[in-house]
């Protein structure tokens, strides 16, 4: 892939509010306007109008759109980015009427991903993307392509040279792209499988972009993950173990955020990464508290969880940002509200998953004579011990806490103790 220097570039927004997503059109254009920022541009204007049905040619009404023509002269705006997503020939005939760039609110999104991706696979993945949102948009197009040829905002990533090539190239690389993505894909698969084998309890990040996910797990593996208060900060998944309780040691999976309407090329190419998150035993999903469309944004990551598949694995609903938000109510009960910045904020998570936990492994109490305390760090590693207490008089450990269905074998083969149910 072909890197181009991050510029500035004027733009113009425009959305078009319908019954259909009146409920969330507010929400979505101040999104907009961050993605906009997020890939370095400007916003000038902002355009909106209400219709009960979009325009087949051009989306919006003709005098909308003159007035949205005039506004670009006397700004000098370089592009226009419209918030629906466009039809080829809605794309072509909005640059012929217009006279500038213009792409929608994927491209966009696709654009951003196309910056933040640092590894391999990810710029793989990217590019993936790109050229399969992009292939219908090259045929007949010549002044969409031409268009390219600028830079700039929608035509980072895969580059140039590849815009500009015909569709039979273009297909011959996403065939390229597909294959080694396949080779990666089985590596992860292989290390994702070892993961699997192993006894250690698996946590999962998930959320909405922007929520803390970073964050949140930097303070809980101590690790420097990549953090910034900017949408899509990360785009490759990262594993890390921590100890949680004692020597009981987890791992936890941080990977890509989601946002309203995520494009399907987007899903499609990062499904291997996403699906890190589709082999854990808990998730954590993430949840901005200082934002006030918070609500908006647990349904869409609700959504997305659904069509992955992800619905039946247990959940802990973390509120993070709680110092940032003002007259905040949680809206999923039961909860956790922190701010992941604060030492206390850190040690109440970690105090609310070690409780997640428990409620999903199986309860057991076990009498272990002195001369078996060769058990005890076994225990303390497979389980999640709340009492250990010695009685001098009988040389005895009583030994109490939970375990998972997966490891309760080892307690009944070596005679231990009875497991509760």
């Not at 254009?29 to 219709?51: I, R, Y």
């Not at 020939?89 to 012929?96: C, I, S, Y």
């Not at 250690?200 to 803390?212: C, E, R, S």
């Not at 990360?234 to 494009?263: M, N």
Request: net charge negative; charged share 25%; with cysteine.
């Amino acid at each position: 892939m072909i890197k181009t220097e991050k510029t500035q570039e004027k733009v113009v927004l425009v959305g078009v509010e319908s019954f259909d997503n009146n409920q969330t059109f507010e929400a979505s254009m101040t999104e907009l306007a961050s993605l906009a920022e997020t890939a370095g541009a400007v916003v000038t204007t902002v355009f909106t109008q209400k219709k009960e049905r979009l325009d087949g040619k051009y989306l919006v009404g003709i005098g909308k759109l003159q007035e949205i023509k005039d506004n670009l002269e006397a700004d000098e705006a370089d592009m226009v980015i419209f918030n629906e997503k466009l039809t080829p020939r809605q794309n072509v005939n909005l640059e012929g009427f217009l006279g500038v760039k213009v792409i929608d609110r994927m491209q966009l999104i696709l654009d951003i991903f196309a910056l933040r991706a640092r590894s391999h696979v990810g710029m793989l993945q990217v590019e993936l993307a790109q050229l399969k949102y992009l292939l219908p948009r090259l045929s007949g197009s010549k002044g969409l392509e031409l268009s390219r040829q600028a830079g700039g905002i929608g035509s980072r990533g895969a580059g140039e040279s590849q815009l500009e090539t015909d569709r039979r190239h273009i297909r011959h690389r996403l065939e390229i792209i597909e294959a080694q993505l396949k080779k990666a894909e089985k590596v992860q698969e292989n290390s994702r499988q070892k993961r699997n084998n192993s006894s250690v309890f698996k946590l999962g990040l998930i959320g909405y972009t922007n929520a803390g996910k970073s964050s949140v797990f930097n303070a809980l593996t101590q690790k420097i993950q990549y953090e910034q208060d900017e949408l899509f900060a990360t785009l490759d998944a990262t594993t890390k173990d921590f100890s949680l309780q004692d020597e009981f040691t987890v791992t936890l999976t941080d990977t890509v955020g989601f946002i309203q309407d995520l494009p399907t090329e987007l899903v499609q190419a990062f499904k291997s990464t996403l699906e890190e998150s589709n082999n854990v035993d808990l998730l954590l999903h993430v949840i901005d508290a200082s934002d006030p469309n918070h609500k908006i944004h647990e349904d869409v990551v609700e959504s997305i969880m659904k069509d992955l598949g992800m619905s039946d694995i247990p959940v802990l609903t973390v509120y993070n940002k709680l110092d940032l938000a003002e007259h905040f109510a949680p809206t999923i009960l039961p909860s956790v509200q922190i701010s992941i910045k604060s030492e206390a904020g850190v040690q109440q998570l970690r105090q609310a998953i070690i409780a997640k936990i428990t409620e999903l492994f199986v309860p057991f109490a076990l009498d272990l004579p002195y001369a078996a305390a060769y058990h005890l760090p076994m225990l303390r590693k497979i389980a999640l011990l709340e009492t250990v207490v010695a009685e001098d008089e009988t040389e005895t450990y009583h030994v109490s806490g939970s375990i998972s269905e997966r490891e309760k074998w080892r307690l009944v083969e070596d005679g231990l103790c009875r497991v509760s149910h």
